[in-house]
C-alpha cells in the first residue's frame, strides 16, 4: 500500500437529495475534506425530445419545445418561435415584439428571484428564502394576468404573441413592478451587507475571467467573471435593439458576484418592462404564418435567464422538421461549474461549499439532459 | 468583426468546399474532415472562440457535424462524414467548451471523437443498448415497456 | 384508528421526488412549502430522507434511468405510504408520450408503469392550491382502506 492514491474516496451526490431539486449523480473525489475531482451525470432527465420533436408539426412542436424548462418556458418558446419565423422569412407585427420583451423579462424577474431562493437555501439562510419567494409570486401574478398562467405560459405562438394586453392590465403590471423594486433593492442590500452570505459565498467557486471564457460559459456566469456578453446586446431579437439597457457585469468571479449580477439584472428588467409598457405600438399581435416551412436551415439566439439559449432547426418543407437541436445554458455551464469544483491547488474546494457553488451556475437539469433529453445543466 | 472579414481570411484556405452568409450575422462554412481542425483554428484566432453548441444530424447519405461558433456574429462548420465511419478529430483540446456537447453527440449520434478526453456515455441511461443511436434517421421511438402492470 | 393512521393524517411529511421534470411542477411543489401557501401549518413537513417520509410527491414524467431510483426510494419508506404524482406528465406521460404517436423513447407512460399511486393531480403544472388537496386527499385516506 503506498502513495497518497489511497486517501481519495468518492462521495456520490443525488440524484434524490435536499441540495438537489433536480436528479443529477454528482460523483466527487474527495481528499479529506477537499474535492480534488468532480464527474457529473445528467442522464436522470434525458427525454428524448429532440427525437420527439421530429414527430410532431411545428404548431405541436411548440408545446414539447416549452416544456423542456419550466422556469425558462418563454424563453425557449421565443427562441423556437423565432428560428420558425426566420423560416418563414417573417417579421412579426412591433406590437407583438414588445409584448415578447415583457412576457421575456418577467419570466427572468421570476427565475433569478426563485434562483436567489435557493441560493439563500443552499446558504442557509431560510428566513432569506422565504422572503423572497413571497415576493416572487407577485411575478407569478403579473404572469398569470399577461398569459393566463402562473408558470407554464404558451405567451409566444408562431407569428406573435397569443394575447393582447388591456390598460388595466398594463397598469397593474406597472404596479407589480413598483411593489417588487424596492424589495429587490432591500435584498441587495442583505446580499452586501449580512455577514453568513458573505462568508459563505465571498472567495467561494472562483472562476477566472480566462476560464470563464475558455469553457465557454454563458450569462451570468459569465457575466460575474466581469466578461461583457449578452445576447441581448450582440445578436439583438425582438425589440432589444431599441430598448435601452445596460449589461450588467461584476468582477468578483465568485459566488457573491453571480448573486449581485443577478440582482443587478432584476432591477434592468424592470427599468425595461416599463419601458415596454410605456412604448407600447398600437397594431396587430399575430401574423398568420402557413402550416409547412420552406426548405432551409435556421439558427436563433437568446438571451434567456441562465444564458444563451441557441435552437437550430431543419426544415425539408413538410410541417414537421427534419431536425431540431436545442442548445442550452446550463450545458454550456458544465465545464465552467467543473473548473470551479477542481481547483487544481490554486485554492480549496470544501464540500461544504458544494451545494453552493453548484446552485451558483443556476443549474437547470432539465434542460441540459433534454434534448435529446431535458435540462439544466 | 463582421462577416466580410471572416470571409477575407478563410478565402484562401485549404479544405473548405463552400461558404454562405446566410444573414447579417449567420455564416455557414463547409469544410473537409481533414481541414476541420485548421477551419476551427483559424477562426477561434478571429475571436470566434466561443462554442455555441454543436449539432448532428443524421442526412442519410451522409452525418453533419455542424459546430456554431459565435460572438455577435455565428459561424457554423459544417463537416458531412460518412455514415458507415462517423470519425472526426476532437477539437475540444482547443475549446475546452466544447468537451460535453461533443460527448452529447456520441452518446445521441454515434460520432467518435477521436482524441476526446473523457468519452464516457453522459447523456443516455445506464442500461442504454450500446450502438444504438436515438437520433439516427433509422431508429423509430417508442415508449419503454412498464415495469408494472397498471392496476385496474 | 391507530396512532400510526392518526399520526399520518395529523401531520404527513412529504418526500418530493423528480422523475425528469420540467421543473414547472417542482417549483409549485416548493411554492406550497413557501409563505402564500405554507404547508407547515397544516402539519406537511418536507424531508429530505425517504425513511422519514409519509407521502411520496413526484413530478415530471418517469425516464429510463429515474425509474430504478423512484422504485429504490419507494421501497426504502416505511409502511404506511402514499404516492402522489403531480403534473399531466407523472400521470400519462403527457405530451412526452403523446398517446404513443411518436413517443419520447426514454418516458415511461405514466409513474403508475412503475409504483402504485394513490392520488393523481392533473395540471401543467397544477396550481399549488391543487397540489395541496391532493395531498390532504391521500392523508385523510389513511387507515380507510
Given at each position: ?17 435536499p ?46 419545445i ?22 418563414h ?20 424577474i421570476?427565475?433569478h ?129 431599441q ?41 396587430p ?16 439566439r ?18 414537421k ?24 491547488g ?24 433534454r ?7 | 468583426?463582421n ?31 481533414e ?5 476551427v ?6 475571436g ?9 444530424v443524421?442526412?442519410?447519405?451522409s ?16 463537416v ?73 | ?23 414547472g ?121
Amino acid at each position: 500500500m503506498s502513495s497518497s492514491y489511497e486517501r481519495i474516496f468518492d462521495i456520490p451526490i443525488g440524484p434524490q437529495h435536499p441540495a438537489l431539486k433536480e436528479p443529477a449523480m454528482l460523483k466527487l473525489k474527495v481528499d479529506g475534506e477537499h474535492v480534488v475531482g468532480v464527474d457529473l451525470d445528467v442522464s436522470y432527465n434525458h427525454r428524448g425530445i429532440e427525437k420527439a420533436a421530429e414527430y410532431r408539426t411545428y404548431i405541436q412542436n411548440l408545446y414539447l419545445i416549452e416544456r423542456i424548462c419550466g422556469i425558462c418556458n418563454v424563453a425557449q418558446t421565443l427562441t423556437y418561435c423565432l428560428a420558425v419565423e426566420s423560416l418563414h422569412g417573417k417579421e412579426i407585427p412591433p406590437r407583438a415584439r414588445f409584448l415578447r420583451v415583457v412576457a421575456e423579462e418577467i419570466s427572468r424577474i421570476n427565475s433569478h428571484l426563485l434562483w436567489l431562493g435557493v441560493a439563500a437555501h443552499e446558504i442557509g439562510f431560510d428566513t432569506f428564502f422565504m422572503h423572497v419567494w413571497l415576493d416572487r409570486e407577485i411575478t407569478l401574478g403579473l404572469m398569470e394576468a399577461l398569459s393566463g398562467n402562473r408558470i407554464t405560459s404558451s405567451y409566444n405562438v408562431i407569428g406573435g404573441v397569443r394575447r393582447d394586453v388591456t390598460e388595466e392590465l398594463l397598469s397593474r403590471i406597472r404596479k407589480g413592478l413598483d411593489e417588487l423594486e424596492p424589495r429587490v433593492k432591500r435584498y441587495r442590500e442583505i446580499v452586501l451587507n449580512d455577514r453568513s452570505i458573505l462568508k459563505r459565498t465571498q472567495g467561494i467557486g472562483i472562476l477566472s475571467p480566462g476560464d470563464a471564457m475558455a469553457t465557454s460559459a454563458v450569462g451570468p456566469t459569465l457575466r460575474a467573471s466581469g466578461i461583457k456578453s449578452d445576447v441581448r446586446a450582440d445578436d439583438p431579437y425582438c425589440s432589444h435593439d431599441q430598448i435601452p439597457f445596460n449589461v450588467i457585469t461584476a468582477d468578483g468571479c465568485d459566488a457573491h458576484a453571480r448573486i449581485l449580477v443577478r440582482l443587478d439584472e432584476i432591477l434592468e428588467s424592470i427599468q425595461m418592462c416599463r419601458h415596454c409598457v410605456s412604448r407600447l405600438p398600437a397594431g396587430p399581435i399575430l401574423q398568420r404564418l402557413p402550416r409547412r416551412a420552406p426548405q432551409g436551415e435556421v439558427m436563433s439566439r437568446v438571451e434567456a435567464p441562465r444564458g444563451e439559449l441557441f435552437h437550430y432547426i431543419s426544415s425539408d418543407g413538410s410541417d414537421k422538421p427534419y431536425r431540431c437541436k436545442v442548445s442550452t445554458p446550463t450545458l454550456a455551464n458544465l465545464p465552467a461549474l467543473v473548473r470551479m469544483l477542481t481547483s487544481k491547488g490554486k485554492y480549496v474546494v470544501n464540500i461544504a461549499d458544494v451545494p453552493v457553488i453548484l446552485a451558483s451556475i443556476d443549474p437547470c437539469f432539465s434542460c441540459a439532459a433534454r434534448v435529446e433529453h431535458s435540462g439544466g445543466v | 468583426m463582421n462577416a466580410e472579414e471572416v470571409l477575407r481570411v478563410l478565402s484562401g484556405a485549404e479544405g473548405i468546399q463552400d461558404v454562405k452568409v446566410l444573414s447579417e450575422r449567420r455564416i455557414l462554412l463547409t469544410c473537409s474532415r481533414e481541414a476541420y481542425r485548421g477551419v476551427v483554428g483559424r477562426l477561434a484566432g478571429l475571436g470566434l472562440s466561443h462554442v455555441v453548441a454543436i449539432t448532428g444530424v443524421d442526412m442519410k447519405e451522409s452525418i453533419d457535424l455542424l459546430l456554431h461558433l459565435g460572438s455577435s456574429l455565428m459561424a457554423t462548420v459544417r463537416v458531412r462524414l460518412d455514415p458507415s465511419d462517423p470519425k472526426i478529430a476532437t477539437v475540444s483540446d482547443m475549446l475546452p467548451g466544447a468537451e460535453m456537447r461533443e460527448r452529447e453527440v456520441h452518446d445521441l449520434l454515434g460520432v467518435e471523437f477521436e482524441g476526446h478526453p473523457s468519452p464516457a456515455r453522459f447523456m443516455v441511461s445506464e442500461d442504454w443498448p450500446t450502438g444504438v443511436f436515438p437520433l439516427r434517421r433509422s431508429f423509430t421511438p417508442s415508449a419503454p415497456e412498464p415495469r408494472r402492470s397498471s392496476p385496474q | 384508528m391507530g396512532i400510526i393512521d392518526w399520526a399520518f393524517r395529523k401531520s404527513p411529511w412529504i418526500l418530493h421526488f423528480n422523475t425528469g421534470s420540467c421543473n414547472g411542477c417542482d417549483i409549485e411543489i416548493f411554492a406550497i412549502l413557501t409563505p402564500k401557501y405554507d404547508v407547515e401549518r397544516l402539519g406537511v413537513m418536507l424531508k429530505g430522507s425517504p425513511r422519514h417520509a409519509d407521502v411520496l410527491v413526484v413530478s415530471g414524467p418517469v425516464t429510463r434511468q429515474a425509474s430504478g431510483r423512484i422504485l429504490r426510494i419507494y421501497e426504502q419508506m416505511p409502511d404506511p405510504k402514499k404516492v402522489v404524482a403531480v403534473g399531466t406528465c407523472c400521470i400519462s406521460g403527457g405530451v412526452f408520450s403523446n398517446g404513443g404517436k411518436g413517443a419520447c423513447y426514454n418516458v415511461y407512460p405514466g409513474l403508475d408503469s412503475i409504483v402504485p399511486v394513490d392520488a393523481y393531480v392533473p395540471g401543467c403544472p397544477p396550481k399549488p392550491e391543487a397540489i395541496l388537496e391532493g395531498i390532504s386527499k391521500v392523508a385523510k385516506k389513511a387507515g380507510v382502506d
